[in-house]
C-alpha cells in the first residue's frame, strides 16, 4: 500500500472548504474536552442528591455501628459487591505506573490520555481524504484547540475545571502534564509534515527565512525544550531550570503562535494567554508581604519561619490546616540591589511551596518549617537565619494558600471509623484531633528534627499514645550541618526518659503491620490514610492498603506530596 496522501493544488473555493472543515474539526477537539468534565460534575450532582434523600429517609434511624450484623449483610449484598468491585477499579487506576526505574504516572492518566490521544488522532484524520495539506494542517488546528483547556489546568487561584471537579490546583495538574504532552505531540507532527512538504517541493532554505514558518519552527523547538526540562529526573536534578523554561515558555508561546496562524488558530492561543494573565494577576493581588523571623532548629539541618499576618488575611490561612504556600523573597530582602545582578535577577524565578505547619490565631503568627537543600531558595532562608538577628524581621512575600485540604472529607464527622496519618521527615500538621480513632506515625532522621511543634514541650509528643515516632538515621544526628551551634544537642527538648523511648524505635516503621493492624481492628471500619513523606514511602503504603482495598474495604486515601 502506498502513501494515501498527495499533493494538490487547490482552486479557491477548494481551499475555502478545507478551512471550514478545519475549523469544524477544531471547534469538536475543544467542545469535545467538556464531556468528560460535565460527567463528572453531573456525577457529583447525583452522588449529592442521593446523599441528601438517603439521610432524610434515614432520620430517626439509628445508624449501624462497626461490625454491626446489618453492615455485613451490606457488604455481602449484591450492590455491595458491585460498590466494592468500583473501588477496586479506582484504586487500580490511581496506581502509579514505575517501568525501568521511572515513574511514569498513574494508571488513570495513561489510559485516559492514551484514549483521548486516539480521540484527537481520529479528528485529525478524518475526512481529509487524501489531501496531504489537509492532514498537515488539521494535526496543527486541532493541537491549538487544546490551549484554552491546558492553560486552564495550570492555573493555580482561579482554576474553574477544578472547582467544577471539586478538586484543587495540585490534583488537576497531573492532567496539565498529560494533555500537554498530547498538545506537544499533534504539534510536533504537524511541524514535521510541514517540514516534508518543503523537502518535496525543494523550497525548505527559502521558507525557513520568512516570518510565519521561522515562527513556527521557533515555537516547536521552545515546546521540546518545555517538554524535555519536564521530565521527573530532570525536576529532580534542579526543578529552577524547569520552572523557568516552563515560564519563559507558556509565555512566549502564545504570541508566536498567534503571528504564526494565518486564520482560526488565533483565538485558542488568545483565550490561553488571557487565563494565564487573569491568574497570575490574581496571585499578585493575594500575595502577602510579611515580616518575618528565622531560627536554626540545633542538632538539624531545619529552620523555622515564622510570619506575622496582617489580621485581615489570617483567617485563610487558619482555615485549612495542612494548606501549603509558597515563598519569595522581595528585593528588599535581598542581598544583592543591583536589578542587572544574577543573584537578583534568580529570585525572580523562586517561588518555593512550604506547608503550613501552624497559625496562632492570637498573634496572627504563621509558621513554616523548611530543611536546608542545595537550592538558592533554603539557601537563603538559612543565611537569615545564621546571620543570628532572632529579633530583626525580614520581610517574606507569601502566596496562597493552597492545597487539597478545602476539598477533604469531614475527618472528624462521623463519615470515618479510623484515621492513619502517616509523614515521613518534618511533614507535620499542627492540629486538633478529629473524633474518630486516629493513629500517626511520623518517621524522622533524627530527635532533633521533632522538636520543631511546640518549642520546648517537645516530650508532649511522645505522651500521645496514638503517635509512633521513628528515628531513621543517628539519634542525635546533625543531618545537614546547617546549625551553628558548636553542641549539637543544645535545645533539643528531649528528656534522658524520653530519648529512650525514642531509641527502642531507631528503625524504619513496618508499614505493613502497621496496615494491617489498623485494618484488622473493624472489617466495617471507614479508614481514612493520609501520607506525607518520600514518593517510594507513599507508594509502599498504598501497596499495603491496596490489598485491603481489594477484599472490599471503604478507604479514602490522600498522598501529599509536591510531584506535581
Not at 434511624?61 to 449484591?78: E, F, G, I, M
Not at 492553560?151 to 484543587?168: D, E, H
Not at 543591583?338 to 505547619?357: D, G, H, K, Q, V
Request: aromatic letters at 12%; a positive charge.
Amino acid at each position: 500500500m502506498g502513501w494515501p496522501w498527495q499533493i494538490y493544488t487547490l482552486d479557491a473555493a477548494e481551499r475555502q472548504a478545507r478551512r471550514q472543515a478545519l475549523d469544524r474539526y477544531a471547534a469538536i477537539a475543544q467542545f469535545s474536552a467538556l464531556v468528560p468534565i460535565a460527567a463528572v460534575v453531573l456525577y457529583r450532582f447525583g452522588y449529592w442528591l442521593a446523599r441528601r434523600f438517603w439521610s432524610r429517609s434515614d432520620r430517626g434511624d439509628y445508624s449501624a455501628v462497626p461490625n454491626s450484623p446489618a453492615l455485613k449483610q451490606r457488604r455481602r449484598s449484591v450492590a455491595g459487591s458491585w460498590v466494592a468491585a468500583l473501588r477496586s477499579v479506582a484504586w487500580w487506576l490511581g496506581d502509579d505506573v514505575v517501568f525501568l526505574g521511572q515513574n511514569w504516572g498513574q494508571r488513570d492518566q495513561i489510559v485516559v490520555g492514551f484514549a483521548w490521544t486516539v480521540w484527537l488522532l481520529f479528528l485529525c484524520v478524518s475526512s481529509t481524504g487524501n489531501d496531504y495539506l489537509h492532514l498537515t494542517k488539521r494535526f496543527g488546528i486541532v493541537g491549538l484547540s487544546q490551549f484554552p483547556l491546558q492553560y486552564l489546568l495550570a492555573l493555580k487561584s482561579i482554576n474553574p475545571i477544578a472547582f467544577a471537579l471539586g478538586s484543587s490546583h495540585e490534583q488537576v495538574n497531573r492532567w496539565h502534564r498529560v494533555l500537554g504532552w498530547i498538545i506537544y505531540f499533534l504539534l510536533f507532527m504537524h511541524a514535521c509534515l510541514y517540514l516534508n512538504f518543503y523537502v518535496q517541493e525543494g523550497i525548505l532554505a527559502e521558507r525557513l527565512v520568512r516570518r510565519v514558518p521561522l515562527l513556527g519552527l521557533s515555537s516547536i523547538i521552545g515546546m521540546s525544550l518545555m517538554n524535555t526540562t519536564a521530565l521527573r529526573f530532570i525536576r529532580q536534578y534542579s526543578y529552577r531550570v524547569f520552572f523557568i523554561t516552563h515560564l519563559i515558555v507558556a509565555v512566549m508561546l502564545p504570541p508566536a503562535i498567534f503571528f504564526h496562524s494565518r486564520h482560526s488558530g488565533r483565538p485558542y492561543v488568545v483565550v490561553a494567554l488571557l487565563v494565564f494573565l487573569v491568574d497570575l494577576a490574581k496571585r499578585k493581588f493575594d500575595t502577602v508581604t510579611a515580616p518575618a523571623t528565622f531560627e536554626l532548629i540545633p542538632g538539624t539541618s531545619l529552620i523555622k519561619i515564622v510570619a506575622s499576618i496582617p489580621s485581615r488575611k489570617l483567617d485563610r490561612f487558619r482555615k485549612y490546616p495542612g494548606m501549603h504556600v509558597y515563598l519569595s523573597i522581595p528585593a528588599a530582602a535581598r542581598r544583592s540591589s543591583s536589578m542587572a545582578a544574577a543573584a537578583y535577577l534568580l529570585f525572580e524565578f523562586s517561588f518555593n511551596p512550604f506547608t503550613i505547619a501552624s497559625v496562632d490565631e492570637e498573634s496572627g503568627e504563621l509558621t513554616l518549617v523548611a530543611r536546608r537543600q542545595r537550592g538558592p531558595m533554603t539557601g537563603a532562608l538559612a543565611r537569615f537565619a545564621e546571620d543570628g538577628l532572632a529579633s530583626t524581621k525580614i520581610p517574606l512575600s507569601i502566596e496562597g494558600p493552597y492545597g487539597c485540604a478545602t476539598q477533604f472529607p469531614n475527618l472528624a464527622g462521623p463519615d470515618f471509623d479510623r484515621v492513619l496519618l502517616v509523614a515521613g521527615g518534618v511533614g507535620l500538621v499542627v492540629t486538633e484531633s478529629p473524633a474518630a480513632r486516629v493513629q500517626m506515625v511520623w518517621a524522622v532522621r533524627g530527635a532533633g528534627d521533632a522538636t520543631w511543634p511546640v518549642s520546648g514541650t517537645a516530650g508532649s509528643i511522645l505522651d500521645d499514645e496514638n503517635i509512633q515516632l521513628f528515628l531513621t538515621g543517628n539519634i542525635l544526628a546533625n543531618t545537614g550541618g546547617v546549625a551553628s551551634s558548636n553542641n549539637e544537642n543544645d535545645g533539643i527538648e528531649l528528656s534522658s526518659s524520653a530519648i529512650s523511648d525514642l531509641d527502642r524505635d531507631r528503625k524504619r516503621p513496618d508499614l505493613r503491620k502497621i496496615v494491617d493492624d489498623v485494618f484488622r481492628q473493624g472489617m466495617e471500619d471507614r479508614v481514612a490514610v493520609l501520607v506525607c513523606g518520600p514518593e517510594e514511602m507513599a507508594r509502599e503504603l498504598r501497596s499495603y492498603v491496596g490489598t485491603w482495598v481489594k477484599k472490599g474495604r471503604n478507604v479514602w486515601w490522600h498522598n501529599e506530596n509536591f510531584a506535581w
